[in-house]
């Protein structure tokens, strides 16, 4: 699922690439993709696009008339901006946006098409669309650790909430866990206030770190079809399964709930021991959600 340095990227690059343009037709290829009805995706043709932001993981392209196109890309989604007259391909195409210069893309991989597109009108309509999860780049450590410590959660599932924390998943959630030596499954309520120092300055380095990388790789250039992923060849463990952990050598682990997986390092964040998932059974079922979908709202588990 793209996070908060690969929407920041595709904010940029669409800043880059569309701002400005008028949005002449749109092709929804797959009736799934659209979860609104009022106003009328159709609505946004014939309006220029005047600005492009970031809302959580979602990005927001801002038209005339105080309209909104709010994507969700989820999992598998992504975008592409290819020359005039491209159309959605294949089985993989959810939508084709035609711009003066060029058309924008929506795809998205696999069987399940999880992502979605709103359209909404006025920012009061936009706001509700906002998951409320915290900047990290601006929180003053105390700030960061009452909101952890707000409910007993397990700490990967609080880190990676969208309304906790704004912008960090799974894939970073890793990362960033990894990063600061605690355990995926370390209880909020008992995290003191130097491991939550720690994990907020993980937090901004990992993220940091991880859009300049991006910004670095792919310049002006707007990203192409299948660069932009959650299995980075510089990530310490997230994908890593089975891998040596680049700063102890020791073999990457993971645990496994439905559609969820962690990876984790034990000698760097569980003081070695393995995490087994028929042991975290009880806890991962009462606090990680089985689906995809309700990880990403936020929800618990049903």
């Known amino acids: 699922m793209p996070e908060l340095p690969d929407v920041t990227l595709y904010v940029e690059a669409l800043r880059r690439s569309v701002a400005g343009q008028r949005l002449e037709?749109?092709?929804?290829?797959?009736?799934f993709l659209i979860r609104s009805v009022e106003p009328p995706v159709f609505a946004l043709e014939g309006r220029a696009l005047r600005e492009v932001r970031r809302l959580g993981k979602r990005i927001v392209l801002g038209f005339e008339e105080d309209l909104f196109a709010v994507l969700h890309l989820m999992i598998a989604g992504r975008l592409r901006w290819e020359p005039p007259g491209a159309k959605a391909?294949?089985?993989?195409?959810?939508?084709a946006f035609a711009f003066e210069r060029g058309a924008l893309l929506l795809t998205e991989a696999g069987t399940k098409k999880r992502a979605s597109l709103h359209v909404v009108r006025g920012e009061a309509a936009l706001k509700a669309h906002d998951p409320g999860g915290l900047d990290v780049f601006a929180l003053e450590a105390a700030a960061f650790a009452a909101a952890l410590r707000r409910e007993n959660?397990?700490?990967?599932?609080?880190?990676a909430n969208p309304r906790l924390f704004d912008g960090i998943g799974n894939a970073y959630g890793d990362e960033i866990l990894h990063a600061a030596g605690l355990s995926p499954v370390a209880l909020?309520?008992?995290?003191?206030?130097e491991a939550c120092a720690r994990l907020l300055k993980a937090a901004r380095d990992v993220l940091g770190r991880g859009l300049e990388r991006l910004r670095a790789e792919f310049g002006e250039r707007f990203p192409g079809a299948g660069e932009i992923t959650?299995?980075?060849?510089?990530?310490?463990?997230?994908?890593?399964?089975?891998?040596?952990?680049?700063?102890?050598?020791?073999?990457?682990?993971?645990?496994r709930y439905a559609e969820n997986e962690t990876n984790y390092c034990p000698?760097?964040?569980t003081g070695g021991k393995l995490l087994a998932d028929r042991s975290l059974s009880r806890l991962l079922k009462d606090d990680w959600p089985r689906t995809i979908e309700a990880w990403e709202e936020g929800q618990p588990a049903t």
């Open 25 to 31: 037709r749109v092709r929804i290829a797959s009736p």
């Open 89 to 95: 391909p294949g089985k993989i195409g959810l939508a």
């Open 153 to 159: 959660r397990t700490l990967k599932r609080a880190l």
């Open 188 to 193: 909020t309520g008992r995290l003191d206030d």
């Open 230 to 255: 959650a299995f980075r060849p510089e990530f310490a463990v997230h994908g890593k399964y089975g891998k040596p952990c680049p700063a102890c050598g020791t073999r990457v682990q993971r645990i």
């Open 267 to 269: 000698r760097c964040q």
